[in-house]
């Protein structure tokens, strides 16, 4: 054989290929590039479009900038809350098609829906927005679909057709807000029986017509500020979806001040997603299933099972020191991590970024406030008989005379941490990328509301637009 097709027999004595590196780096550059959801959306469109020159169409899908083909954009609402105002904003802020049901009507058939309460007729209003529809897949443009689908047979008519949404947004509002605001002659007014009879239509039919999208539906509350609504129309369609290619093990980052729930969300979110969670800051790390060991005296409770003086040892000659050991373990490195904490300012960010086989490929940061912080943490004590760790207050009397609380939750030093917190976030998140893989998460709220958020982040690719 030639020099240079093997291992053996290299193309210069001091050049050997590095095989797993290289197989490592060409399945980042793959997942970062989302070049599975591309090779899918170009085979499903050539399929359902069937065109005559197949390699031109091919050509023409790989112009758009949507690795997973043009937007298609359905929003659907409550009469009377200023739709299609959102609708024009989001299509003009993409370049995509605005495409109205109700001015096809009236322009091509001279259908004025504003004037009364009943619906159009299923087959005409369907008729005009199809052809709107084509018109636009023929030139490879996205569209924004203002009003439609109303009903169910609607629905059926845009799947009969092959026409199906990327997102579903529902701007929802209630009646008396409604009524209130298109009540004003000097502003908008709408007949209150035409309006009436309108939102008794959209009651009786849209949970039918949208029950097929449940799956990509999003609903944004309508008499929010204008500023809000817009933008989060805007966060909602940049969302891709969930890729059903291979990916790479997950490299998670989870920060956030102490109360905000960072080791929870860390953990649970670990166990789904079958990683190893890493407690960075008190290196308390194991596999999802496995229990808790008990802490021995000059050994460090890891799942590494290695005395205290050797995992040291080691440690030196590693650039991220105990956890950078932890994290190039087979497990870690097989099944990806989970970690939260340890990354405390900008220094410590730099060297876990320039690791390529170790930086995080999502980072969550959990922004709560101090009083939330403090509040969470008040019954947060330890039995110092048994170790056990108690979230509230135990009935026995005698227990409650065993427990202490640590002086890191007391209120004063809940506060300093939050402070630092958010005095070193913006240089950790900057140095750690500026492609969209870090996001900040208010996590004041719910733990379960915060949960699925961090989930939605994590799990699917990066948003539309970020830089690559």
């Not at 999208?213 to 933008?231: G, H, Q, R």
């Not at 369609?237 to 989870?254: A, E, T």
Request: hydrophobic content about 35%; overall charge negative; glycine content about 6%.
């Amino acid at each position: 054989m030639a020099p240079g097709t093997t291992l053996a027999e290299p193309v210069a004595v001091d050049h050997k290929p590095d095989l797993g590196s290289s197989i490592y780096e060409i399945s980042e550059y793959l997942e970062k590039q989302q070049a599975y959801d591309l090779f899918e959306y170009l085979l499903r469109d050539l399929l359902v479009a069937q065109p005559g020159d197949p390699l031109q169409h091919l050509i023409d899908c790989l112009g758009v900038p949507v690795p997973t083909g043009p937007l298609q954009v359905f929003v659907s609402s409550s009469p009377g809350v200023s739709r299609s105002i959102h609708c024009r904003n989001l299509a003009s802020k993409f370049g995509l098609t605005y495409i109205s049901a109700g001015e096809l009507l009236k322009d091509k058939l001279g259908v004025d829906s504003t004037t009364k309460g009943e619906l159009a007729d299923d087959k005409d209003v369907s008729e005009v927005v199809l052809q709107a529809v084509k018109q636009a897949k023929l030139s490879m443009q996205g569209f924004v679909l203002d009003g439609f689908p109303r009903t169910r047979m609607q629905t059926s008519i845009l799947q009969e057709h092959a026409i199906v949404p990327t997102h579903v947004l529902v701007l929802k509002g209630n009646s008396e807000e409604i009524y209130r605001r298109n009540a004003d002659p000097e502003g908008s007014y709408v007949d209150p029986t035409v309006l009436d009879a309108k939102l008794n239509q959209y009651t009786c039919h849209s949970s039918a017509a949208l029950e097929a999208y449940t799956s990509k539906l999003k609903v944004i509350d309508a008499f929010a500020p204008a500023d809000f609504v817009s933008s989060e129309m805007e966060r909602i369609v940049r969302m891709l979806p969930r890729s059903k290619g291979p990916g790479q093990p997950p490299r998670v980052l989870i920060l956030g001040p102490r109360g905000s729930g960072v080791r929870e969300h860390a953990s649970r979110l670990a166990l789904r997603m079958g990683a190893v969670f890493v407690d960075g800051e008190r290196l308390e790390t194991r596999s999802p299933e496995q229990p808790a060991e008990p802490s021995s005296p000059g050994r460090l409770r890891t799942s590494l099972d290695l005395p205290r003086e050797r995992l040291s040892n080691v440690a030196r000659e590693d650039t991220l020191g105990e956890v950078g050991v932890r994290l190039r373990q087979p497990d870690c490195q097989a099944r990806g991590y989970v970690m939260c904490a340890w990354v405390s300012n900008a220094e410590i960010a730099k060297v876990l970024a320039e690791d390529i086989m170790l930086c995080p490929t999502r980072v969550v940061a959990l922004r709560a406030s101090v009083s939330v912080c403090v509040q969470r943490l008040r019954h947060l004590t330890v039995d110092k008989v048994t170790g056990k760790v108690w979230t509230e207050r135990p009935s026995d009397l005698n227990i409650r005379k065993r427990l202490q609380r640590s002086q890191q939750d007391m209120p004063a030093a809940v506060a300093a941490s939050a402070e630092a917190f958010d005095a070193n976030l913006p240089s950790i998140l900057q140095t750690l990328g500026t492609d969209g893989r870090c996001v900040e998460i208010q996590a004041d709220g719910e733990p379960e509301e915060v949960y699925v958020n961090v989930v939605e982040f994590v799990e699917r690719p990066l948003p539309f637009g970020s830089q690559r």
